[in-house]
Protein backbone atom coordinates (compact mmCIF):
# COMPACT_ATOMS: atom_id res chain seq x y z
CA UNK A 1 0.00 0.00 0.00
CA UNK A 2 1.31 2.81 -1.10
CA UNK A 3 2.19 6.12 1.69
CA UNK A 4 -0.67 8.78 2.02
CA UNK A 5 0.82 11.83 1.25
CA UNK A 6 -0.15 14.68 3.66
CA UNK A 7 -2.81 17.01 2.35
CA UNK A 8 -4.41 20.33 3.04
CA UNK A 9 -4.39 24.31 2.91
CA UNK A 10 -2.79 26.66 5.08
CA UNK A 11 -4.50 29.93 4.30
CA UNK A 12 -3.01 33.59 4.33
CA UNK A 13 -5.14 37.00 4.12
CA UNK A 14 -2.22 38.82 2.15
CA UNK A 15 -2.13 39.48 -1.40
CA UNK A 16 0.91 37.52 -1.82
CA UNK A 17 2.37 34.57 0.79
CA UNK A 18 4.66 36.05 3.41
CA UNK A 19 8.01 34.44 3.48
CA UNK A 20 6.83 31.57 6.14
CA UNK A 21 4.23 30.35 3.91
CA UNK A 22 6.82 30.57 0.89
CA UNK A 23 9.26 28.18 2.85
CA UNK A 24 6.20 26.06 3.84
CA UNK A 25 5.26 25.22 0.06
CA UNK A 26 8.98 24.80 -0.72
CA UNK A 27 9.03 22.49 1.97
CA UNK A 28 6.35 20.79 0.66
CA UNK A 29 7.25 20.31 -2.66
CA UNK A 30 10.74 19.12 -0.94
CA UNK A 31 9.00 16.35 0.51
CA UNK A 32 6.62 15.41 -2.39
CA UNK A 33 3.50 16.51 0.36
CA UNK A 34 -0.25 17.56 -1.48
CA UNK A 35 -0.70 20.63 1.10
CA UNK A 36 0.20 24.15 0.10
CA UNK A 37 -0.27 27.60 1.56
CA UNK A 38 -2.45 29.81 -0.44
CA UNK A 39 -2.93 33.81 0.11
CA UNK A 40 -6.25 35.19 -0.39
CA UNK A 41 -6.25 38.39 -1.81
CA UNK A 42 -9.28 41.54 -0.90
CA UNK A 43 -10.63 39.38 2.34
CA UNK A 44 -11.82 41.76 4.70
CA UNK A 45 -11.27 40.88 8.38
CA UNK A 46 -14.10 42.24 9.88
CA UNK A 47 -16.41 39.82 7.46
CA UNK A 48 -14.54 36.74 8.41
CA UNK A 49 -17.32 34.80 9.39
CA UNK A 50 -18.91 35.66 5.78
CA UNK A 51 -16.62 34.12 3.46
CA UNK A 52 -14.69 31.76 5.47
CA UNK A 53 -16.86 28.74 5.11
CA UNK A 54 -16.79 29.46 0.91
CA UNK A 55 -12.71 28.82 1.17
CA UNK A 56 -12.31 26.32 4.15
CA UNK A 57 -12.58 23.22 1.81
CA UNK A 58 -9.75 21.80 2.59
CA UNK A 59 -8.49 24.26 5.12
CA UNK A 60 -6.41 23.28 7.94
CA UNK A 61 -5.64 26.64 9.22
CA UNK A 62 -5.92 30.49 8.71
CA UNK A 63 -2.67 32.84 9.47
CA UNK A 64 -3.16 36.07 10.67
CA UNK A 65 -1.17 39.09 12.13
CA UNK A 66 -1.20 39.16 16.24
CA UNK A 67 -1.94 43.45 15.26
CA UNK A 68 -5.22 42.92 12.83
CA UNK A 69 -6.46 40.04 14.92
CA UNK A 70 -9.18 42.25 17.29
CA UNK A 71 -10.98 42.36 14.22
CA UNK A 72 -11.34 38.62 14.12
CA UNK A 73 -11.75 37.95 17.68
CA UNK A 74 -14.54 39.83 18.02
CA UNK A 75 -16.48 36.91 16.18
CA UNK A 76 -15.00 34.14 18.18
CA UNK A 77 -17.06 34.60 21.85
CA UNK A 78 -15.22 31.57 23.42
CA UNK A 79 -11.36 31.60 23.57
CA UNK A 80 -8.33 30.15 24.68
CA UNK A 81 -7.35 31.88 28.03
CA UNK A 82 -4.27 33.71 26.51
CA UNK A 83 -6.18 34.95 23.43
CA UNK A 84 -8.82 36.01 25.46
CA UNK A 85 -6.96 38.08 28.36
CA UNK A 86 -3.86 39.37 25.55
CA UNK A 87 -6.39 40.10 22.90
CA UNK A 88 -4.75 38.66 19.92
CA UNK A 89 -4.18 35.72 18.18
CA UNK A 90 -2.08 34.59 15.13
CA UNK A 91 -4.34 31.96 13.62
CA UNK A 92 -7.29 30.04 13.59
CA UNK A 93 -7.62 26.71 13.62
CA UNK A 94 -10.44 24.13 11.86
CA UNK A 95 -10.89 21.66 14.80
CA UNK A 96 -13.65 18.94 14.87
CA UNK A 97 -15.77 21.33 12.04
CA UNK A 98 -14.97 24.65 14.29
CA UNK A 99 -12.84 27.42 14.04
CA UNK A 100 -10.41 28.52 17.04
CA UNK A 101 -8.31 31.17 17.46
CA UNK A 102 -5.37 30.26 18.60
CA UNK A 103 -1.92 31.88 19.97
CA UNK A 104 0.99 29.49 18.79
CA UNK A 105 3.62 32.58 18.92
CA UNK A 106 3.21 32.37 22.67
CA UNK A 107 4.06 28.85 23.96
CA UNK A 108 6.85 28.42 20.63
CA UNK A 109 8.95 31.68 22.02
CA UNK A 110 8.44 30.40 25.83
CA UNK A 111 9.90 27.24 24.99
CA UNK A 112 12.59 28.07 22.34
CA UNK A 113 14.00 30.54 25.20
CA UNK A 114 14.71 27.91 27.92
CA UNK A 115 15.78 25.65 25.60
CA UNK A 116 18.08 27.63 24.10
CA UNK A 117 19.31 29.71 27.00
CA UNK A 118 18.69 27.55 30.60
CA UNK A 119 21.27 29.98 32.72
CA UNK A 120 19.33 33.11 32.04
CA UNK A 121 19.07 35.01 34.82
CA UNK A 122 15.88 35.56 35.75
CA UNK A 123 16.39 37.68 39.05
CA UNK A 124 17.04 40.65 36.97
CA UNK A 125 15.47 43.19 34.56
CA UNK A 126 13.51 42.22 31.09
CA UNK A 127 12.81 44.30 28.44
CA UNK A 128 10.74 44.60 25.65
CA UNK A 129 10.72 46.64 22.51
CA UNK A 130 7.49 47.76 21.16
CA UNK A 131 4.10 48.96 22.98
CA UNK A 132 1.95 46.46 20.42
CA UNK A 133 0.61 43.46 20.43
CA UNK A 134 3.65 41.44 19.85
CA UNK A 135 4.95 43.20 22.83
CA UNK A 136 1.64 42.25 25.06
CA UNK A 137 2.88 38.14 23.76
CA UNK A 138 6.68 38.53 24.82
CA UNK A 139 5.64 40.24 28.39
CA UNK A 140 3.46 37.57 28.60
CA UNK A 141 6.28 35.15 27.47
CA UNK A 142 8.67 36.67 30.24
CA UNK A 143 6.44 36.78 32.79
CA UNK A 144 6.22 33.02 32.67
CA UNK A 145 9.48 32.49 32.47
CA UNK A 146 9.75 33.99 36.06
CA UNK A 147 10.39 37.32 35.28
CA UNK A 148 9.10 39.68 38.31
CA UNK A 149 10.66 43.25 36.76
CA UNK A 150 9.20 43.85 32.88
CA UNK A 151 10.50 47.36 31.21
CA UNK A 152 8.13 47.99 28.14
CA UNK A 153 9.78 50.22 25.92
CA UNK A 154 8.60 52.58 23.18
CA UNK A 155 8.16 56.13 21.51
CA UNK A 156 4.84 56.79 21.90
CA UNK A 157 3.56 57.62 25.24
CA UNK A 158 -0.21 56.72 24.78
CA UNK A 159 0.86 53.59 23.41
CA UNK A 160 3.24 52.84 26.13
CA UNK A 161 -0.01 53.66 28.89
CA UNK A 162 -2.66 51.54 27.46
CA UNK A 163 -0.35 48.54 27.24
CA UNK A 164 1.38 48.98 30.31
CA UNK A 165 -2.30 48.98 31.87
CA UNK A 166 -3.47 46.10 30.24
CA UNK A 167 -0.43 43.80 31.19
CA UNK A 168 -0.80 44.87 34.71
CA UNK A 169 -4.43 44.20 34.98
CA UNK A 170 -3.20 40.03 34.06
CA UNK A 171 0.34 39.62 35.04
CA UNK A 172 -0.14 39.92 39.02
CA UNK A 173 3.14 39.91 40.98
CA UNK A 174 5.20 41.47 38.16
CA UNK A 175 6.16 44.98 38.30
CA UNK A 176 5.51 46.58 34.68
CA UNK A 177 7.40 49.95 34.38
CA UNK A 178 6.75 52.33 30.84
CA UNK A 179 9.93 53.10 29.62
CA UNK A 180 10.40 55.89 27.21
CA UNK A 181 12.46 54.95 24.17
CA UNK A 182 15.08 57.75 24.32
CA UNK A 183 15.63 56.93 27.98
CA UNK A 184 16.92 53.66 27.17
CA UNK A 185 20.80 54.69 27.54
CA UNK A 186 19.97 56.10 31.25
CA UNK A 187 18.14 53.05 32.33
CA UNK A 188 19.89 51.40 35.90
CA UNK A 189 18.07 47.89 36.19
CA UNK A 190 20.30 45.79 34.41
CA UNK A 191 18.78 43.39 31.87
CA UNK A 192 19.29 39.97 31.28
CA UNK A 193 16.74 39.91 27.91
CA UNK A 194 15.63 41.97 25.98
CA UNK A 195 12.53 41.28 22.84
CA UNK A 196 12.14 43.32 20.31
CA UNK A 197 9.06 43.10 18.35
CA UNK A 198 10.02 46.71 16.04
CA UNK A 199 10.88 46.54 12.77
CA UNK A 200 13.83 49.43 13.11
CA UNK A 201 15.41 51.12 9.93
CA UNK A 202 19.20 51.74 10.21
CA UNK A 203 18.57 55.92 10.99
CA UNK A 204 15.95 54.73 13.56
CA UNK A 205 16.65 57.06 17.01
CA UNK A 206 15.35 54.04 18.87
CA UNK A 207 17.89 52.01 17.09
CA UNK A 208 20.38 53.55 17.81
CA UNK A 209 20.18 54.02 21.52
CA UNK A 210 19.45 50.61 21.73
CA UNK A 211 22.71 49.58 20.11
CA UNK A 212 24.72 50.81 23.18
CA UNK A 213 23.20 47.89 25.12
CA UNK A 214 24.57 49.66 28.43
CA UNK A 215 21.14 48.65 30.17
CA UNK A 216 22.03 44.95 29.31
CA UNK A 217 24.25 42.09 31.37
CA UNK A 218 27.42 41.23 29.48
CA UNK A 219 26.16 37.51 28.21
CA UNK A 220 22.54 38.61 28.41
CA UNK A 221 20.08 37.79 25.50
CA UNK A 222 18.66 39.83 22.72
CA UNK A 223 15.63 37.86 20.67
CA UNK A 224 14.38 39.41 17.82
CA UNK A 225 10.77 38.96 16.46
CA UNK A 226 10.57 42.10 14.36
CA UNK A 227 10.52 40.35 10.61
CA UNK A 228 12.28 37.03 9.18
CA UNK A 229 15.81 37.91 8.70
CA UNK A 230 18.94 35.98 9.89
CA UNK A 231 21.07 39.26 10.40
CA UNK A 232 19.83 42.91 10.70
CA UNK A 233 21.74 46.13 12.67
CA UNK A 234 20.54 45.15 16.08
CA UNK A 235 21.54 41.59 16.36
CA UNK A 236 25.02 42.27 14.75
CA UNK A 237 25.40 45.53 17.76
CA UNK A 238 24.22 42.72 19.99
CA UNK A 239 26.72 40.55 19.29
CA UNK A 240 29.69 43.06 19.60
CA UNK A 241 28.12 43.68 22.74
CA UNK A 242 28.92 40.13 23.57
CA UNK A 243 25.45 39.33 24.01
CA UNK A 244 23.16 36.44 22.75
CA UNK A 245 21.07 36.32 20.13
CA UNK A 246 17.71 34.67 18.82
CA UNK A 247 16.65 36.27 14.87
CA UNK A 248 13.65 36.51 13.40
CA UNK A 249 14.59 33.95 11.20
CA UNK A 250 14.96 31.30 13.90
CA UNK A 251 12.24 32.13 15.68
CA UNK A 252 9.89 31.67 12.55
CA UNK A 253 11.35 28.52 11.56
CA UNK A 254 10.54 27.24 15.48
CA UNK A 255 6.95 29.00 15.36
CA UNK A 256 6.51 27.27 11.63
CA UNK A 257 8.23 23.54 12.76
CA UNK A 258 5.72 23.61 15.79
CA UNK A 259 2.72 24.39 13.57
CA UNK A 260 3.68 21.65 11.03
CA UNK A 261 3.76 18.82 14.27
CA UNK A 262 0.70 20.00 14.84
CA UNK A 263 -1.30 19.61 11.40
CA UNK A 264 0.90 16.63 10.52
CA UNK A 265 1.48 14.28 13.60
CA UNK A 266 2.38 11.77 11.87
CA UNK A 267 5.08 12.80 10.09
CA UNK A 268 8.74 13.20 11.33
CA UNK A 269 9.77 16.97 11.38
CA UNK A 270 12.34 18.67 13.37
CA UNK A 271 13.28 22.10 14.11
CA UNK A 272 16.67 21.77 12.85
CA UNK A 273 16.21 20.14 9.61
CA UNK A 274 13.41 23.12 9.21
CA UNK A 275 15.29 25.88 10.36
CA UNK A 276 18.10 24.65 8.20
CA UNK A 277 15.78 24.75 4.79
CA UNK A 278 14.57 28.22 5.63
CA UNK A 279 18.26 29.37 6.35
CA UNK A 280 19.02 28.11 3.33
CA UNK A 281 16.19 29.05 1.29
CA UNK A 282 15.86 32.60 2.92
CA UNK A 283 17.41 34.45 0.17
CA UNK A 284 15.60 33.05 -2.82
CA UNK A 285 12.51 33.05 -0.68
CA UNK A 286 12.86 36.75 -0.88
CA UNK A 287 13.57 37.39 -4.47
CA UNK A 288 9.87 35.30 -5.06
CA UNK A 289 6.98 36.53 -4.77
CA UNK A 290 5.86 33.08 -4.27
CA UNK A 291 6.49 29.07 -4.75
Not at 12 to 18: K, Y
Not at 117 to 126: A, K, Q, T, V
Not at 139 to 150: D, E, K, N, Q, T
Not at 175 to 203: C, Y
Request: hydrophobic residues 40%; negative net charge.
Amino acid sequence: MADVKPTGKILEIADQLSLSGRHMNLYFKSRNWHAECVALKDRPLKDVKAWLPYVQEGALMLRVAPEESPMILEHFPQLPAAVRWLESADSLMLENGQWWPRLYTYESLRGFIISSFRDLDISLNSYVIGANHMGRVAASVMAHLGFSHISLVDEDSDKLRQEVELLRRYLFGVKIDAVPAHTLTVQEKPGSLMLNTMVLQDDSTVLGDLSYFNFMKTGGVVVDISECTAHNRLLEEAERADLKILSGLQVQARIDAEILVKLFPKEYITHEDYFESFSDNLQALKNSSSV
